[in-house]
């Protein structure tokens, strides 16, 4: 199955600031997904990157506050910007994994703003 | 856009018992159903799965059956261990063009020895 790096794996930011975080998979995959998982909630989809294209935004977040990279089909980054406590979440990134029909995480950035 | 439901939100049971975990979905045609594990501090790991053309799958001491009609699917864990304390996540996948995963809220199950 696709590994997985992601990074930092935890942080605690200034509120204003951004924080960058990246994904590096060991193989190449045509999608890959950014989730947020809120203390306590489920994971809610942030968007879908696909390489060469822009990322595709679900409702309620929007690319100025989420920007998205996905210069190959390896590596994606998602950054939080203009950060606020509300932000203070665990974000994840997801690959369709079609070695064996699944979907992989990433171990998470655990993100607080202070 | 798909919507999934998930019951009960916490579960309680002796180490021994069986734990049943009930998800419905709304649209028909979702067509994977993969349920995952999230013990605390890490990642989402996936347990079991199953398409829309099987009705049940089992691993080991995990199954998952699916009911089309009703459009609802259930993960049953039997002779349960203190290990297997989690949140438990069903998901379901929507082919609408890319493939997302739409998640259920959780069940926090506990297992007591």
């Known amino acids: 199955s696709a590994v997985i790096s992601q990074k930092p794996s935890r942080d605690i930011c200034q509120r204003g600031t951004s924080l960058t975080i990246q994904c590096q998979v060991d193989?190449?995959?045509?999608?890959m997904f950014w989730y947020r998982q809120q203390p306590g909630q489920s994971l809610t989809l942030i968007a879908t990157a696909n390489q060469g294209s822009e990322a595709t935004y679900e409702s309620g977040f929007v690319i100025d506050k989420f920007p998205i990279s996905r210069p190959n089909l390896t590596f994606s980054t998602l950054t939080v910007s203009n950060m606020s406590p509300e932000d203070s979440s665990i974000y994840l990134c997801?690959?369709?994994?079609?070695?064996?029909?699944?979907?992989?995480f990433g171990s998470g950035t655990r993100l607080t703003v202070v | 856009g798909e919507n999934v439901e998930q019951h009960p939100s916490t579960l309680s049971v002796q180490e021994g018992d069986s734990a049943v975990i009930k998800c419905t979905y709304s649209d028909s045609a979702s067509n994977y159903f993969p349920w995952y594990k999230q013990e605390l501090g890490k990642r989402p790991q996936l347990i079991i799965d199953i398409r829309s053309n099987v009705g049940e799958k089992k691993d080991q001491r995990i199954a998952v059956t699916l009911n089309k009609t009703a459009k609802h699917f259930s993960l049953h864990i039997t002779e349960t261990q203190p290990e297997d304390s989690a949140v438990y996540f069903c998901?379901?996948?929507?082919?609408?063009?890319?493939?997302?995963?739409?998640f259920g809220k959780g069940t926090m199950l506990l297992v007591s020895p």
């Open positions: 193989s190449q995959v045509t999608m």
């Open positions: 997801s690959v369709e994994d079609r070695g064996r029909e699944g979907y992989t």
């Open positions: 998901a379901a996948v929507m082919n609408s063009g890319y493939s997302t995963l739409t």
